[in-house]
């Protein structure tokens, strides 16, 4: 009786150790995606309530940095470079910190997303850009602190920060008529020569139509004006399945020479086999 009194007694020890209280967070994550024309912008941060209190000058002091939320970084990433008040912000992942004042914020992205809080060593260095929004007066409350993307453009939208009777709003810039032009171009200009060199290496790769894999190869050396060793080699090995050990060797040659000039032992040695093979009656 002892022993199964002492087991059961383990057991529940076990099972007090292992179990896991949830409760609900005070300051739950929350977080937003959101495409901005061709940009997607991603917002991850955690949303404290006024629950009866004074935010802004009493809660949250004007004049001192503000972590811009609860608990660690509330972060905003970009997949694009973005235009700030005529500054370039650099596509990534970025701190949000804030300095409320009653007529105007500070608002910055800092490039250390690991802080819980504000850094305990504040680094100008990390500023990767700083801009001031004006502060505007709501006619009603946000209860919960809340970062949202608003007025959407193709070209355009705003980063908004509202809480209390207060919202800041920062207006970033996105490229994308940038973005859809160079697309635009790319897709009408054709398939690249690396699209072409990619197309003849799968076909003699897989012991495809080497005809086809050889119109693809000379289209890839056709439009590549540097002439790479590599498209030459994989272009002797295509002539060579081919039966065209004559032309297979010329082009082995072509590529042996740039690939001395650019110090590639590899290559060097693979068409040097390549020719003294192919040179076999």
């Not at 992205?109 to 990390?126: C, H, I, L, Q, R």
Request: net charge positive.
């Amino acid at each position: 009786m002892k022993k199964l009194l002492l087991s059961l007694a383990v057991l529940s020890t076990i099972q007090l150790t292992q179990a896991q209280v949830k409760t609900p967070q005070p300051s739950p994550k929350s977080s937003l995606e959101q495409t901005v024309g061709l940009t997607q912008v991603s917002i991850e941060y955690s949303r404290p309530s006024m629950k009866g209190r004074t935010i802004f000058g009493d809660l949250v002091p004007f004049g001192k940095l503000w972590r811009t939320g609860a608990n660690q970084n509330s972060m905003v990433s970009f997949s694009d470079d973005v235009m700030i008040d005529g500054k370039t912000l650099k596509k990534g992942k970025y701190a949000l910190f804030t300095i409320p004042k009653a007529e105007a914020w500070d608002v910055i992205f800092y490039s250390d997303t690991d802080n819980w809080g504000t850094p305990e060593n504040w680094d100008e260095a990390k500023v990767a850009l700083k801009t001031s929004a004006k502060a505007l007066m709501l006619s009603k409350p946000v209860e919960t602190f809340t970062v949202s993307v608003g007025s959407l453009d193709n070209n355009f939208a705003s980063l908004d920060l509202s809480w209390e009777r207060t919202m800041v709003s920062v207006r970033f810039d996105v490229p994308t008529q940038k973005t859809a032009m160079t697309s635009i171009d790319k897709t009408l200009a054709g398939p690249s020569a690396s699209d072409y060199f990619s197309s003849a290496q799968y076909f003699y790769q897989s012991n495809g139509d080497m005809n086809k894999a050889l119109e693809y190869i000379n289209k890839a050396l056709e439009l590549n004006k540097e002439k790479p060793f590599w498209y030459s080699r994989q272009k002797s090995l295509i002539q060579a399945k081919l039966g065209d050990k004559k032309g297979a060797i010329e082009t082995a040659k072509i590529s042996l020479a740039a690939a001395t000039a650019a110090k590639n032992d590899d290559y060097v040695k693979m068409n040097n086999d390549s020719i003294a093979e192919w040179s076999k009656k």
